[in-house]
């Protein structure tokens, strides 16, 4: 989490690089014999786009054998979510939600972050409101059910004017998406799970939901991305796949790294979401740039299928 453009290159950036051999013997919706067993068409894999030219953008997730995507942009105009609407229908891509932040500088650490991310500071809130609204009304053209977000440091304390802003300006953001029929995905990582989920009560519009980050709770040091789960799950609809330390530098974020590498066990985690009954959307990220982005989506994606199909 360096920049604002973290996601940017996972798709158009990588792209370019078509591992055939992995993708080839590596399916996207896995079928199972065993009568109510949760199964990939349960958790179908999905990776996240940049989407810059809809039309070959898009034939990437495809090609590299993916059935669902996240999307962000650059270009929030009407005439861009009705190419990309075009796209995914042309290239049978099922998109999950819209990834919508800025404007206005993002500083992924923890003496910065505080001031920089999302809508709990107040220097950048006006126009990030905005955004958002915009963001929602990108997704209801685009056909995209869900816009996800890092909202910000949620303040621990209830009580902190900070948090009680916060609750206020999300009922509103909440309720116009849902008078277009969108949903809001939290993205993990910048508050504990409790503070979310009491968040999320406290704002009590019915449209909200979790994108939970397996990384993203360790690389703040906010949880234990299993346990996590034991406190947030009801609202978990989509997970974003990713592995990753704890911080031990109080100043910086725990390191991302390739999943299978990092302090998330995967096997717990997919045990736990089955336990759970999520039957949600499982998207892979790597947040590094280059041809290993690639190879490690593409490892990452036959090792959660076979999880999937076997824990």
Known sequence: MKSINRRDALISAAGAVMLSSIAAGSKTYAQSTEKGKITMSDMPLGIISHVIDPDTDLARVHENGFGTCQIS??????????????????????PTSFI??????????????????????????????????????FCRISGIPALISHFGFIPEDPNNILYI???EIMK????YALSRGIEIHFETGQETPITLLRAIEDIGVGNLFINYDTANV??????????????????????????????TDPRELGKEVAIGEGGVDFPKVIRKLK?????????IEREISGSRQMEDIMKAKAYLESLIASV
């Open 100 to 137: 919508c932040l800025g404007p206005g500088p993002y500083k992924w650490n923890f003496y910065e972050g505080p001031a920089t991310i999302g809508i709990v500071p107040r220097e950048y809130r006006t126009e990030r409101i905005e955004r958002l609204k915009t963001g929602i009304d």
């Open 73 to 94: 942009v650059d270009d929030y105009s009407d005439e861009q979510a009705l190419k990309i609407k075009d796209a995914l229908k042309k290239y049978d891509v099922l």
């Open 172 to 175: 509103d953001i909440a309720e």
């Open 165 to 167: 802003e916060f609750i």
């Open 218 to 247: 360790i690389l703040y040091g906010k949880a234990n991305p299993v346990d996590g789960l034991d406190i947030v799950g009801p609202y978990v609809k989509a997970l974003h796949a990713k592995d990753g330390f704890y911080p």
């Open 275 to 283: 336990d759970i009954g999520f039957k949600g959307h499982i998207t």
